[in-house]
């Protein structure tokens, strides 16, 4: 069956289409300074007026930075070093608070340039966004602009000065003598703008189009599978992934492609996905097995219900709601959603890999799952994960070492859930030239219950549309569901 390329609006018509989704924000929850409701947000949203802000006053609303742990963390990492690869609609690598942080970059889509950094599709600032929150360092630019403002202020105001005649006359008092601003000395960031998590870290800018209407052809699919590959190829430390599914399963080219990034010792993260815009449970590539899966809080530290979702992959939960960050142009907007939790967190993998360089990507998952604040029920449950982020203590805490991925393996999953064609196939190994083998056929769905959902008070009213890819994988969603139930049991990792 041909990929078929909705736009759904309802939640319900959300749920009957699957594939990989660009995740939209819960309705209401995007906004823009100086705007005053035009319409041309991504998915047809409209935009809420905002008082008009300057930029260190965004800054003042990063409130992730002081109650999660990430400034006392930068006492000790700010990701020097570390490559994180951002698969999304591109990063606008010129905006002020990105200049510098984007060493490298593809577009896979056959819609943006070659370097991944013209945002492309509906949804076209998703990348630049997710991207400030991860790695910006912030600028200078409101703060230059204050000092030239004192100094032409106090060139124009004349002072009195005393001829020989003993006659008075006015000259310009001398010029204000400010000093330039300066990065902090501790993070490299600027005063002024959106700074990331991991100010330090560099990013790979992997561009995707996964709109109604690809001018350039490749499918969704093709397109994740080979920005995947390539970011692993291209030295990426960490990927984030702030995109999402209504189903499961994945097609076979994401077995390979992930455990490519598993075999090179590459973290995996990705968004949950938002209640709000048809999600309701989370869905591939966040329930593939390695991949630590991001789950959203409210400003309050409890679970979001428009802002996240739940299901047995989650593994962390970090804010999503309000969020501000980075948009092409310059400017800057408050957002929501699991799209900006996602990239907290694989910025805090990258604190933690560049403090420890020799630290191997399973061990990484853990310090975060094992020093989160447990949140919920006692223990892991399907809405805050293992709990919710601490960044000083995933940096800096005593940590035991265990010996496979806390949310399990690819390899695992294929050698499990991928049968063989013919009697006596090799199970997937990494071949000679380092590339992963190529995975063998899925076998009959297993039979097991999904955690589900509670149907939301108003869901449809207000709800963002969707951008929803139909995939036409013939692969049951429920048996890549019930695969990772059966490794979720077989494990159980130090606390």
Known sequence: MPLATVLTVPVLTAALVAGPVLLPPPAGSWTESGKSGASGAPGGASWSALPAASADEWRDRQYWLDEYGFRDAWGTSQGEGVTVAVIDTGIDADHPDLKGQVVGGIDVSGAGNDSGTEPVGEMAEHGTLVASVLAGRGNNDAALRRAEEERRSAKATPTPSTLPSGETTSSPSPSVTSSTPTPDGATGAWPDGIVGVAPRAELLSISVHLGASNPGGPSPEDQ????????????ADVINMS??????????????????????????????????????????????????????????????????TEGISIGVAAPAEPLVGAVPGGDRKEWAGTSGAAPL???????????????????????????????????????????????????????????????????????????????????????????????????????????????????????????????????????????????????????
């Open 243 to 308: 995109l999402g599914s209504t189903r499961q399963d994945w097609p076979e080219s994401w077995d390979r492609a992930f455990l490519h990034a598993e075999q090179n010792d590459v973290v995996v993260v990705a968004a949950a996905g938002n209640r709000a815009s048809g999600t309701l449970t989370a869905g591939a590539p966040a329930t593939i097995p390695g991949v630590l899966t991001v789950a959203g809080l409210n400003p309050d530290g409890t679970a979001s219900w428009d802002s996240s």
């Open 224 to 235: 994740i599978a080979e920005a995947v590959t390539w970011a692993v190829d291209h030295g």
């Open 345 to 495: 967190v694989a910025g805090l993998a990258a604190l933690i890999r560049s403090e420890y360089p020799e630290m191997p990507a399973h061990q990484v998952i853990h310090r975060i799952l094992a020093t989160a604040e447990d949140a919920g029920v006692p223990g892991e449950d399907p809405v805050y994960g293992h709990g919710i982020i601490d960044a000083a203590a995933a940096v800096t805490a005593d940590v035991g070492a265990v010996d496979r991925n806390p949310m399990d393996t690819i390899a695992d999953w294929i050698r499990v859930h991928r049968r063989a064609e013919s009697s006596g196939a090799p199970t997937p190994t990494a071949s000679p030239s380092g590339e992963p083998a190529e995975p063998t056929s899925a076998p009959d769905p297993l039979s097991t219950e999904l955690p589900q959902a509670t149907a939301p008070a108003d869901p449809a009213p207000g709800l963002q549309p969707a951008l929803v890819i139909g995939t036409g994988l013939v692969v049951a969603g429920l048996a890549a569901t019930a695969v990772v139930l059966y490794l979720r049991q077989r494990r159980s990792p130090e606390r």
